[in-house]
């Protein structure tokens, strides 16, 4: 396995001036956060999802949710004001983020898109995201996250029904 990529997203915290750490794992297609989570020996609620979303005008955002945890796209379209949010198709989020599924970080999109964050999040010492790249991923403390990025604070977590 080569080095750690340099990424936008990692040059978008470097020029904060924000300490991270960066975790490389084996990424698998549809391993998701329960595999990143494992390779890194966390706890799932502390891998944060980034998720590229749409609402009915095809309007982008992204939305940061807990590894355990699915968004409720009725609630966060209620909170945002939206008809409807829905996850958009993978090459329209590779589109607007400028990254590839898989591989999506908050920081450093191609362009700005509107960042809304589960509200837990922010009562974790560290969470770990994507650092721009599948198998890559950087831990920090969320509020130096909140300080890099304007995010609203939104409570749709809904529990994952998973197996």
Known sequence: MGGIPGTNATRALKQAGIAFSEHIYRYEERGGTALSARELGVDEH??????????????????LMHGDREVSTKELARQLGAKSIQPCKPE???RHSGYL????????????????????IFDLPRIYLN????????GLDPKDLERVLKINRVSVAISSHRV
Do not use: C, Q, W, Y
């Open 46 to 63: 502390a891998v944060i999802k980034t998720l590229v979303m749409e609402d009915e005008r095809a309007a982008p955002l992204i939305i």
């Open 92 to 94: 329209v989020a590779n």
């Open 101 to 120: 599924v898989g591989g999506t970080s908050p920081l450093g999109t191609k362009k700005p898109l509107p960042i809304h964050a589960e509200a837990t």
């Open 131 to 138: 650092g721009g790249s599948r198998g890559f991923l950087v």
